[in-house]
């Protein structure tokens, strides 16, 4: 994430060059949990097919089938210390990306409950728009997510969706208003990676003629989370300690500019940090040396993020889903519920007032037997009711836990329902998200 004065500048941080080296690697046991889903907060499916199947080009006819060479992969600048590191490295979202380390999963995800955990973002999509003044360009913005942006103020961090016209989301989004006056007018976004493109053109065909959204490439975004990760990270960046909860700042690291927020996708405390793809590498290692830090995969990022309730798009919201539907309704403030302006404001708005007809909710299997995606939840009396859209096994509660779709008149916590495996009712029980109290930073009063 970063802003534009920096992002037009000719300086060392947007370099190309990307420095290459070995990560020392620590004594770990290993231990894979090859039950759980690996995923990331962009998911497996591609927001392009997806959007391309819900919104067909009305002017292009069904071309058909081809057999076409699939595009190589990317890496990302830390691909060659995953690498060094033993990690299992797989494809996803156009990326080879550590899914585990030696570790194993389960230990990476109680790691970062209890200590810091170090992963590589690089592949998610790190943009920024660019208006003459703040209220412009967030009423540009304005026009296609239901959030407020316009109250944000400086260094100030929302989260939010891309809403399609029926009120479906097409992806959901992270926006900072830049920190500084010097860069007043500037929203900076990251996207999830599987959305990222179909994400850019969308956005850039409906904005107005005096912004402007430009792509950044040339920057690595890691995410520290843990509770160790504020004080791990303040050795390295001075203050970086006292920065709020879903704010961001502009800082030095290796005498480099970075951009961090303190912000993340695990339930824990933690920062999202964009730093120059050329000294990646070296901020990588500084921070892994840490005796607190480890390495960690995108498995477990995914049994972290399941664990506090929070979406995967593609999988728990997509363009069938609305923000209401999602029980995402604390995002969307109370200028935006009255005054609409939005696409898909007439059907959000009713479900604001009305209910939807159905509800995101948490699920308890009683027993150990984890429930996948798509598994079938039916009613104590066999009603089917609905869908699990999220499922593993979650290793801080050590149990199986899940996150689906329910008629509104079932989503009550405590509501027993079944869950249908290999074709075989099991218990469960609707029950209030998170699975895992969320420990985000909150300053003292607040």
Known sequence: MVGASVAHSATAPWSRQRKRAALPR???????LNSLRFRDRG?????????AIVEPSRDATMAEPSAATPEPLKRTPLYDLHAAAGAKLVPFAGYEMPVQYPMGVLKEHLWTREKAGLFDVAHMGLCFLQGPDHETTARALEALVPADIVA??????????????????LDDLMVTRS???VEDGNLVLVVNAGCKDADYAHIRARLPGNVKLFVTDRRTLLALQGPAAAAVLARHVPGIDGLGFMTGTFSTLLSQTIFVTRSGYTGEDGFEIAVPDSDAAAIWQKLVAEPDVEAIGLGARDSLRLEAGLCLYGHDIDTTTSPIEANLQWSIQKRRRTDGGFPGAARIQRELADGPARKRVGIKPEGRAPAREGTEIVSSGGEPIGKVTSGGFGPSVNGPVAMGFVTASHASPGTKVQLVVRGKPLPAEVVTLPFVPHRYFRRLGT
């Not at 620590?26 to 894979?32: F, H, L, N």
């Not at 998911?43 to 959007?51: D, E, T, V």
């Open 43 to 51: 998911g497996f499916r591609s927001c392009a097919i997806r959007r």
């Open 26 to 32: 620590k004594a770990q046991t290993g231990c894979a």
């Open 152 to 169: 944000l103020k400086p260094g100030q961090q929302r989260y939010t969706q891309l809403v399609d016209e029926t009120g479906g989301i």
């Open 179 to 181: 920190p500084g006056p």
